[in-house]
């Protein structure tokens, strides 16, 4: 048990300036957007557009653009109610209405005009917006819930409750379902269906069991310690492929193209390794900095968390780096603090994150082409999540 406690807390670890801030697009479209409604609506969607990052804004004006579309928003809090007005030259060219049942899904509807705005200005994909995160967290010794929320964790819905729930990943690219392992007598990987309520069992092994990545034609990869060490393990067609064979430790694969990527520490540290399907052989990914212990995939690139001080006191650094397959570049993303838990965005643009400092943690969200960085508070620990 204690073996397993290690192997643990080796996975939890795994998963000022920033990025230098470029112009992306040399021609932002003006816009001018006037609110009408609770403020907590109006915080969200400023937050939007500025994360998106799409848009000259200009808010709450009466000033007379020729260039500019206006676009009149307002919240109806007793109808749940948001209606968008798109208007030039003080014409209605289109209405939108997004409607919910409760108040506190709010953000969704906002989420969801903003992105329909962009996608009015054929702007580049904006998918991040509109996507839904689930995510643990720890509540007691042994205890973690498993909760769904939005992009910027302002809607909250306890999906998971009693025990030790950890690591959801989501289980199709329409985010009806997702993966968790639940701590019981033996670690069980289960399937939730977020609208049904339906709980599947999947598997359950010995040691350890988690879902570290799932691919809708390729199957999911998990990390399996059945006899003590843990090893990476393909399943497809309720057939488990054992991946990796080492007397150590093996853990978070990702696919990548026809390799799969994963996290060893055969070289003494943990660092990222790649095995070819086709050929079977591994080799060492990254030789930046001391050690690596976070990493995802999305087509050609890789996000990788590597600590790049060796302090024996205190709090060591861990930056993000973006390799790229097809050109072999190497980008570094983050500078200072703990830069922990890359998980990309569906469309690839975006990479969310966990920045710890000090006594306290806040999510990251990196938009690659934008070059931008942006930073909110975590009212409490984040164990994982997924979007």
């Known amino acids: 048990m204690r073996k397993i406690f290690l192997i643990f807390l080796f996975l939890v670890g795994l998963y000022s300036k920033e990025l230098v801030i470029t112009k992306y697009l040399e021609n932002m479209p003006n816009i001018i957007v006037n609110y009408r409604g609770v403020k907590p609506v109006e915080k969200i969607l400023k937050m939007d557009f500025t994360v998106l990052n799409h848009f000259n804004v200009k808010y709450d004006t009466n000033e007379t653009n020729n260039t500019a579309m206006v676009f009149d928003i307002s919240y109806n809090k007793s109808k749940k109610l948001l209606d968008v007005k798109y208007l030039q030259h003080n014409n209605l060219v289109l209405e939108k209405r997004y409607k919910s049942t409760t108040y506190a899904y709010f953000p969704f509807l906002v989420h969801r005009a903003v992105y329909d705005i962009n996608k009015y200005f054929n702007m580049p994909s904006a998918k991040f917006l509109i996507r839904k995160v689930v995510y643990s967290i720890l509540t007691a010794p042994k205890e973690a819930s498993i909760y769904l929320s939005d992009y910027t964790l302002s809607y909250k819905k306890l999906l998971i409750t009693g025990g030790l729930n950890i690591f959801p990943r989501w289980a199709d690219v329409n985010q009806t379902s997702f993966y968790f392992t639940k701590y019981q007598r033996l670690p069980t990987l289960y399937k939730f269906n977020i609208y049904t309520g339906k709980l599947q069992k999947i598997l359950s092994s010995q040691g350890l069991l988690i879902v ?31 991946i990796t064979k080492y007397p150590g430790i093996d853990v978070s694969g990702k696919f990548w193209g026809n390799k799969i990527v ?31 212990v976070g990493v995802d995939t999305y087509k050609n690139l890789m996000v990788v968390s590597t600590r790049e001080t060796n302090k024996a006191f205190g709090d060591n650094t861990f930056n993000l780096f973006l390799l790229n397959q097809n050109d072999d570049s190497l980008k570094r993303l983050t500078f200072g603090g703990q830069n922990m838990f890359p998980n990309f965005s569906v469309d690839g643009n975006s990479i969310m994150f966990i920045k710890r400092e000090h006594f306290y943690s806040k999510i990251g969200i990196i938009r690659l082409n934008e070059n931008k960085i942006f930073y909110y508070r975590l009212p409490k620990i984040l164990q994982s999540f997924d979007w």
């Not at 660092?271 to 930046?288: A, E, M, N, S």
């Open 212 to 242: 570290s990545d799932v691919n809708s034609k390729k199957g999911i990869l998990l990390t399996l310690a059945p006899k003590g060490n843990p090893d990476v393990y393909w399943y497809k067609n309720h057939k488990l492929i054992q």
């Open 262 to 292: 994963f996290i060893s520490d055969r070289y003494g540290l943990p660092y990222v390794f790649q095995k070819d399907l086709k050929t079977g052989d591994i080799t060492r990914v990254l030789y930046q900095g001391k050690n690596q």
